[in-house]
Structures are given as structure tokens and as C-alpha cells.
């Protein structure tokens, strides 16, 4: 495996559920159960209730997965920040040139 595919897969690991995330899909997994059940015994008030509760854990799930991946965004930009300062002022600027023809190609 090579060293992008690592990174890749680091970065895709932010979005896997954790031991954190049991709150989330607890409520989307009863959320789907009601909305289900809802279905079933005609219940418009519990498929009402099922899918807010799905759309609730949804939301719990993703919110906390942002702030993760904001974190190691973060993380990342204060390790570049710093390494970029241990250089002189040349080779900033061709590293900084080189990034910035990377992105725009």
C-alpha cells in the first residue's frame, strides 16, 4: 500500500462509526424501527416520530464527525505551519509555489 493510499484511508477512518457514536445510532436505529412499525400499523403520528428521530440521529452523527475532521484538519494545518517555519524564506516560497501549483492543476 502505498503512502497516499494510507493517508486516504486515515482520512476516510474520521467518518467510521466509534464507541462515540453510539448515542447517534441508537436514536436513528429506533428512529427506523418506529417509522417501520409506523408503517405497518398505520400509525402516522409514529412515522412522524420515527423519521424525526432518524433525521435527529443523522444529525448527531454527522455534526460529531465534522468536528473530528475539523480537528484533524487543524491538526494537520498547525504540523505544515510549523514545518514551513523551520525553513528560510526561499524555500518557503518554492514549497508554497509548488503547492499552489498542485492545487490549480
Sequence with gaps: ?????GKARRGADVF??????TPAL????????AF???????????RVLG???VL???GLYGSRKLEARGKMIDGAESTIRSEL???????RA?????IAKDQLS
Excluded: C, F, N, Y
Aim: charge should be negative.
Design 36 to 46: 417501520v412499525v409506523g408503517i405497518v400499523i398505520g400509525s402516522r403520528l409514529l
Design 51 to 53: 423519521l424525526l428521530a
Design 94 to 98: 518554492q514549497v508554497m509555489a509548488d
Design 16 to 21: 467510521l462509526p466509534d464507541g462515540g457514536d
Design 26 to 33: 441508537a436514536l436513528a436505529g429506533g428512529g427506523t424501527i
Design 56 to 58: 435527529a440521529g443523522g
Design 1 to 5: 500500500m502505498s503512502t497516499e493510499d
Design 85 to 91: 517555519e523551520d525553513l528560510d524564506p526561499v524555500a
